[in-house]
């Protein structure tokens, strides 16, 4: 009878180890987040706001959140949606400039409601030639089921002069 037990008490102490292992290994998942079609609905955004930008009609663009800041390169943050605006629009006044976007990268949330976009731009001038380019990163957040930029940052790859 103790042999009965002591193998019974084994067994039971090899399977709980087992299973504590098992559970341990198991990582967390995204659920039914689908990273790759966020990727194509990053990308979508990112072509709307280029679209939008290069055709000089920011009035309607559905990129940026109202409460959103945007870091641009030697100048101080801009706070907001309308301060965002102001300059892009002060920016277009100025030149004839178009840019382009590609998502590279996007960094998904459990829950998909963040998501960071890892990109690069090119900004080239009515001749065709490339007057900047670089790398940008933007935070996403999902409000009234779309995505908006909330923060974004870029940095240029071209010398400084």
């Known amino acids: 009878m103790k042999k009965k037990t002591m193998k ?7 399977i709980t180890y087992i299973s504590a292992c098992n559970s341990a290994k198991q990582e967390p998942t995204a659920g039914t987040v ?6 194509k609905e990053i990308q979508a955004k990112e072509d709307e706001y280029a679209t939008t930008y290069n055709a ?6 559905g ?5 959103a800041t945007s870091y641009y390169q030697n100048r101080a943050p801009l706070i907001g949606k309308e301060s965002i605006l102001d ?10 400039n ?12 459990n829950d998909g409601g963040q998501v960071v976009e890892i990109g690069y731009f090119q900004v080239v001038d009515s001749a065709n030639t490339t007057v900047n380019s670089g790398n940008y ?13 909330v923060r974004d940052m ?8």
Request: charged share 30%.
């Open 8 to 14: 019974m008490t084994i067994l039971a102490g090899i």
């Open 137 to 149: 990163m933007s935070l996403f957040e999902k409000r009234d089921n779309k995505y908006v930029c």
């Open 56 to 61: 000089g009609e920011l009035k309607n663009i």
């Open 87 to 96: 300059f892009l629009k002060s920016d277009l006044a100025s030149n004839s």
């Open 154 to 161: 870029s940095a240029s790859e071209m010398p400084v002069q």
């Open 98 to 109: 178009k840019i382009t976007f590609k998502t590279k990268e996007v960094f998904v949330s």
């Open 63 to 67: 990129y940026y959140a109202d409460d």
């Open 34 to 39: 689908d990273k790759e079609q966020i990727k």
